[in-house]
């Protein structure tokens, strides 16, 4: 959790940049009235237009967007001219007023002082953050040349969002002709980076052995550490690679991962707040004491069922259910099976109609799962897997959710085979490369479907 909000500063750039345009808009607005100047009725509700077109004018030139992922030089020009173009438009509305001239005269004024000033308060803000409110990523590097000293001089400019551990295996031998060897050396660096709470590992295409590089990826996931590799090379790469920049360094990573980016996160977790309120308040709560007494009669024991699961970078917690099972001592080693004689009478209702996922709501509104991702697997099924399956711990990339992908295509109960689970792990890991807000959505409105369609298959 550590690393989770590294979004922060986009969060306080955007809301300040609101919260200066409605105050600044209020103020001139004020000012122009004391001249007594006609100013159209509609004046006071143009704020709506003057939020509209910033909101317009910004997401055009995308300034705020990956904001440390760029020069700051660019984040400037492109909120510069994205203000330009706004005033521009805001005269086209006002300007054929006097009041309106006067206003937009002092709006100009003072939203160019107080945009100044909130980006000298941030610069400033940024550079004595020391890991509070800007979350550092540790990060270190595999390899010793050029490029791997321009990047680590990177992180060490940028030491507010990135801490440099520094570099695993110091200088590379260029004729060590043993892969086995080098590859061995590699798990013991990653080993030590894991203890260290190292999350991302950056190494240099050149220095890599192109028949170890597969295995240096299988075994950096196993540790749920993500592997990105710096290209030696000045032309994009291709293939199913993502390529992004940091600065004018080139940085290829084996996935594509849209939830790292600050934006989507934020719009995925305001989903999962709406939605976990919703169902908290309006559903669990006359439905948590129903079912908590027809519990308590069927059988004796706690009305929640809870069991440590694994969840996003293989953090464990609390995952929580309304238990459909008597008491027994094998919960959490054991899956449940189809005719199980530990589920009750009322469980076999509950995880028909998914009625006993409901208390995970509390989990997505605490910030440990999502409303949609991969779920979450108990920690014994987690060792088992990632053992035999390839990239089984890329899905822990992501928070787990009450409903996803997998689910929704009918991969969900007992996996009686290896090949069941991996089929769950593929449609896993195409949801973290591929999301979308709508995909959610979708998700969500088929897992409600099947639920009362009867679809959904489960016991």
């Known amino acids: 959790m550590k690393n989770y909000y590294n979004y922060s500063p986009w969060l306080i750039i955007q809301v300040s940049d609101y919260i200066i345009l409605n105050y600044v808009y209020c103020l001139s607005l004020a000012i122009a009235s004391n001249y007594n100047s006609p100013f159209p009725i509609w004046g006071r509700s143009f704020i709506i237009i003057i939020n509209l077109l910033w909101f317009a004018c910004s997401s055009y030139f995308r300034h705020s967007t990956s904001v440390f992922a760029k020069k700051k030089q660019y984040h400037f020009w492109n909120k510069l001219l994205a203000y330009m173009v706004m005033v521009i438009l805001c005269f086209f509305f006002t300007g054929q007023?006097?009041?309106g001239r006067v206003f937009l005269f002092f709006f100009c004024i003072l939203t160019t002082f107080n945009f100044l000033l909130r980006e000298f308060l941030f610069n400033v803000l940024e550079r004595h953050a020391n890991g509070t409110i800007i979350k550092q990523k540790k990060v270190a590097i595999w390899g010793f040349n050029q490029s791997a000293l321009r990047l680590a001089e990177y992180?060490?400019?940028?030491d507010t969002i990135f801490s440099f551990e520094g570099f695993l295996n110091?200088?590379?031998?260029?004729?060590?002709?043993?892969?086995?060897?080098?590859?061995?050396?590699?798990v013991n660096q990653l080993d030590q980076a894991t203890i260290n709470g190292v999350t991302e590992v950056y190494t240099t295409l050149s220095h890599c052995s192109n028949h170890i590089i597969d295995d240096m990826i299988l075994e950096a996931n196993k540790r749920c550490i993500r592997l990105k590799f710096v290209s030696d090379f000045k032309y994009p790469a291709t293939g199913s690679f993502c390529v992004n920049y940091l600065d004018h360094i080139q940085i290829i990573s084996p996935n594509s991962e849209p939830l790292e980016e600050g934006p989507h996160r934020i719009r995925k977790r305001l989903l999962d707040i709406t939605i976990s309120l919703f169902a908290l308040f309006f559903i669990l709560s006359w439905l948590y004491p129903l079912l908590a007494i027809i519990i308590k009669c069927q059988s004796p024991g706690p009305v929640l069922f809870k069991q440590k699961r694994t969840g996003r970078n293989n953090l464990q917690f609390w995952c929580y259910k309304f238990r459909s099972m008597y008491m027994n001592n094998e919960s959490d080693t054991k899956q449940v099976f189809k005719g199980d004689a530990r589920i009750t009478d009322v469980g076999k209702f509950l995880r028909k109609t998914s009625l006993d996922e409901f208390p995970q709501f509390f989990n997505v509104l605490i910030g440990n799962m999502s409303v949609v991702g991969p779920r979450p697997h108990m920690l014994k099924h987690t060792d088992e897997y990632s053992r035999i399956i390839e990239n089984y711990m890329v899905r822990q990339y992501m928070k787990p959710g009450i409903t996803g992908l997998?689910?929704?295509k009918g991969l969900r109960g007992e996996t009686r085979d290896v090949k069941s689970m991996e089929e769950r792990v593929k449609h896993d890991i195409w949801y973290l490369e591929h999301w979308k807000f709508?995909?959610?959505?979708?998700i969500i409105i088929i897992t409600i479907f099947n639920i009362f369609t009867g679809k959904d298959k489960v016991y």
């Open 155 to 158: 992180f060490k400019t940028n």
């Open 170 to 186: 110091g200088e590379h031998h260029e004729n060590a002709d043993n892969a086995k060897d080098e590859l061995i050396s590699f």
């Open 97 to 99: 007023f006097f009041g």
């Open 406 to 408: 997998a689910q929704i």
């Open 438 to 442: 709508i995909l959610d959505l979708k």
